[in-house]
């Protein structure tokens, strides 16, 4: 489970960015840039659209913070891409936990069990790959990405 002070566990999963697919493996900033993961349950409904793309409206905030976004669902990779697509487009990696199925929820600690998908939450990492910040959505809740750049500031100048 990735606990605040801990480092992130290691993953590497399939994603979709643009119109093609790319690997995502957060270890790969280690030492470079800090990384935001908003994680949601499931593509093509409104809380995880709006969810996605308000993220994509505040990505160029989160850019000038020297901080990476990553959607993160157990949704498959082509899922992922036409929801995007259907969205206009989505400037970050969408990262599908798909096979093996919910493997990375589960070493997060946001893996829903029962429903197989992935917990609504946004985790901050720092750039030596320690988790910062966590937090947890409740089912109709979706995180504001003010409140995660106001979070991510206070991390940065700490």
């Not at 002070?5 to 119109?19: C, N, T, V």
């Not at 993160?72 to 969408?94: C, E, H, K, N």
Request: with cysteine; net charge neutral; hydrophobic share 35%.
């Amino acid at each position: 489970m990735a606990e605040v002070g801990q480092s992130l566990p290691d993953f590497k999963l399939r994603a979709a960015m643009g119109g093609e697919t790319i690997d995502v493996e957060p270890a790969k900033y280690k030492g470079q840039k800090w990384l935001v993961i908003s994680a949601y349950p499931a593509a093509f409904t409104g809380g995880c659209s709006n969810q996605t793309s308000s993220f994509n409206r505040a990505l160029q905030q989160f850019k000038d913070r020297n901080t990476e976004v990553i959607g993160f669902s157990t949704d498959p990779v082509p899922s992922l891409r036409t929801w995007a697509q259907g969205m206009g487009g989505i400037g970050y990696p969408l990262a599908s936990d798909f096979w093996p199925h919910g493997k990375a929820s589960e070493a997060l600690g946001i893996l829903n069990t029962e429903g197989g998908t992935a917990r609504r939450s946004v985790t901050i990492v720092d750039p030596q790959g320690r988790v910062r910040w966590f937090q947890l959505y409740q089912p109709g809740t979706v995180p504001d990405p003010k409140d995660v750049l106001a979070e991510l500031e206070k991390l940065q100048k700490a």
